[in-house]
């Protein structure tokens, strides 16, 4: 089965060299993109993360850590709401929703396709329902609304990913962990190859391409694994918050 994607700006904002690329990158800042990414295909419309939500939370954050020299933009026409506009989507319609992990600007707006599938994983799932969890420390960063709205659905309407799973023909997730312990990737292919979204483990593709932990991890070795699981699956790799995408992709589509 061949699947088409769509590529849709959500938002930006900037990072310090070293929290993109592991101890390097001091005297660096980087623009940094968000992505919602739309799946057609098999009679089924599907979303790999879906965006930002409320960015005020955020930016008050933000100002807190940084003093205002980082924040987050979200320009009206690159809000989800338009997004599902530009793309023409019914959100009533969308079959299933990716979640790459649980952060703010990848699962914001679940709540929105309410007729959905959640494909998520597993480890990542109860690693924050424990009790003690120093990784979840944040419900801005984590939104707690979107974790209720999780928790609120029928049990047919969750799929949580083992370590490795295909969801549809020519549609697999697989963990990586190293960014959270929820982070997920998923494959789809395409009529150019297989497409990896590699979750937060690779902002960039430098991070996968260049075996450059991402300098927000929780966990390097991890990170180092998930490298070789996505470069041996990808003929194309779309990192959720690198320009380059759009570079590369002008046109916003793959088919």
């Not at 001091?26 to 919602?36: A, E, I, Q, S």
């Not at 993360?49 to 690159?78: A, S």
């Not at 600007?105 to 924050?128: C, M, Q, T």
Request: aromatic share 12%; charged share 25%.
């Amino acid at each position: 089965m061949k699947y088409s994607i769509e590529i849709y700006k959500n938002g930006e904002t900037t990072a310090p060299g070293p929290e993109i690329y592991f101890m390097k990158e001091w005297d660096k800042k980087y623009l940094l993109y968000t992505y919602v990414f739309v799946i057609r295909g098999n009679g089924k419309t599907m979303l790999v993360d879906t965006g930002c939500g409320d960015i005020e939370p955020i930016n008050k954050m933000l100002l807190e850590e940084f003093g205002g020299t980082i924040t987050f933009n979200l320009p009206e026409d690159e809000t989800i709401n338009a997004i599902i506009k530009k793309a023409n989507i019914d959100p009533n319609k969308v079959d299933f929703v990716f979640i790459s992990h649980l952060h703010h600007d990848h699962a914001s707006n679940i709540h929105l396709f309410p007729n959905a599938k959640i494909v998520i994983s597993k480890r990542g799932w109860l690693e924050y329902m424990k009790k003690e969890r120093p990784y979840y420390y944040n419900d801005i960063l984590f939104p707690i609304n979107t974790i209720k709205y999780i928790i609120s659905q029928p049990p047919e309407k969750i799929i949580l990913v083992e370590n490795e799973q295909e969801i549809l023909p020519g549609i697999e997730c697989f963990w990586v962990g190293g960014h959270t312990p929820c982070c997920m990737a998923v494959t789809v292919n395409t009529r150019l190859g297989n497409v990896v979204f590699p979750s937060d483990v690779s902002f960039t593709y430098r991070n996968a391409e260049e075996n450059i932990p991402v300098g927000l991890n929780y966990n390097l070795w991890e990170c180092y694994e998930a490298y070789k699981k996505i470069n041996d699956r990808a003929d194309i790799l779309l990192p959720p918050h690198d320009p380059k995408v759009l570079e590369k992709y002008p046109s916003g589509i793959i088919k």
